[in-house]
């Protein structure tokens, strides 16, 4: 596609649950972002990848949260042991490799945890 | 590490009238800045960025903003605001030598005929 697209665009999970969140990014973008959105705050950044290495993950809350990107295009956001705090949306960015280059987001995934 | 903030969480304005929304960094190395936008229902669109050269950059659509060191400011400008204009503005900030964009909370203009 010619966006970023995230699967599912909503997730409603039991608390404990394990969930998996999707991210395809741009054709040929090396550079992938997550960030989580809670209501009324700004992107908080989660996890930056280039290629297929994490390349910081400093912004991952805990061990609970874990994120791949095996071939080094689709990555996927996983989260066990879901906890209501963990609702929010789910931002995925996508961008060529340098720090100063556009980065395209998705339009997200609403998980709710109940 | 860096930080973004933007004191006005809403911003209700009159169509054409002016309208400035506030950011104000904090960062221990030299920044790149930027505007992103939300429009309802769709994700975040870079809106402009600086990354160097001229502290004044502008958008296709009339928006500007002005870098400022000293006051370690980033203040987003339209001289006449329009309905479609409606939206969710966020400052975001990175630093030189770093990947990732930190956010502020964001300023939701609401822009009324």
């Known amino acids: 596609g010619a966006g970023v697209s995230q699967t599912p665009s909503n997730k409603v999970t039991e608390k404990g649950k394990y969930v998996e969140l999707r991210c395809d990014p741009i054709?040929?973008?090396?550079?992938l972002y997550w960030y989580r959105q809670s209501l009324g705050q700004g992107p908080e950044f989660l996890i930056y990848f280039q290629g297929t290495g994490a390349a910081d993950d400093s912004g991952l809350p805990n061990d609970r949260f874990f994120a791949v990107r095996p071939e080094g295009s689709v990555s996927t956001l996983k989260i066990q042991r879901t906890e209501r705090g963990d609702s929010a949306v789910y931002l995925c960015?996508?961008?060529?490799?340098?720090?100063?280059?556009?980065?395209?987001f998705g339009q997200g995934t609403r998980l709710t945890v109940v | 590490a860096q930080s973004v903030t933007q004191l006005d969480s809403q911003v209700p304005v009159f169509e054409e009238a002016p309208v400035e929304l506030r950011c104000n960094y904090s960062s221990s190395v030299s920044v790149y800045l930027f505007w992103y936008v939300q429009y309802p229902n769709q994700g975040l669109q870079l809106l402009l960025k600086?990354?160097?050269?001229?502290?004044l950059v502008e958008s296709i659509n009339g928006f500007e903003a002005e870098f400022n060191k000293s006051q370690t400011s980033f203040h987003l400008r339209k001289p006449s605001v329009h309905i479609s204009d409606t939206a969710e503005y966020f400052c975001?900030?990175?630093?030189?030598?770093?990947?990732?964009?930190?956010f502020g909370t964001g300023t939701r203009l609401q822009v009324f005929p």
């Open positions: 975001a900030v990175s630093g030189v030598g770093t990947d990732k964009l930190i």
């Open positions: 600086y990354l160097s050269g001229s502290t």
């Open positions: 054709s040929g973008h090396t550079a």
């Open positions: 960015a996508s961008s060529l490799a340098g720090e100063d280059t556009e980065a395209f």
